[in-house]
Nanobody, 120 residues
Framework: QLQASGGGLVQAGGSLRLSCAAS????????MGWFRQAPGKEREFVAA????????YYADSVKGRFTISRDNTKNMAFLQMNSLKPEDTAVYYC???????????????WGKGTQVTVSS
């Protein structure tokens, strides 16, 4: 019901915009988040946004470089990633949950990930 897309290979300093498309239900009243998992590492929180889009939360490692947004009319969320670094290389996942948003929410819905590779 969630599908992330927009990943790819980019040079350090470049930008990518990830999209998360929801289907099967309306996620306009769900908090949404982005997570990532690098090879050999645990999945980590990246960013989250409230159902209205009025509140956002970022991991310190991406603050100032990444921007999360959503378009409830299209049932989609986005992650604009600028000034990418090799350490941003990971599979990125979007997630949704009715209870709220943020790094500690136990997200109920998860999408398949999209690979982001940043070369140095």
């Amino acid at each position: 019901q969630l599908q992330a897309s927009g990943g790819g290979l980019v040079q350090a300093g470049g930008s990518l915009r990830l999209s998360c498309a929801a289907s099967g239900r309306t996620f306009s009243n769900y908090g949404m988040g982005w997570f990532r998992q690098a090879p050999g590492k645990e999945r980590e929180f990246v960013a989250a946004i409230s159902w209205s889009g009025g509140d956002t939360y970022y991991a310190d490692s991406v603050k100032g470089r990444f921007t999360i947004s959503r378009d409830n009319t299209k049932n989609m969320a986005f992650l604009q990633m600028n000034s990418l670094k090799p350490e941003d290389t990971a599979v990125y996942y979007c997630a949704a949950d009715r209870s709220g948003y943020g790094p500690k929410v136990r997200y109920q819905y998860w999408g398949k990930g999209t690979q982001v590779t940043v070369s140095s």
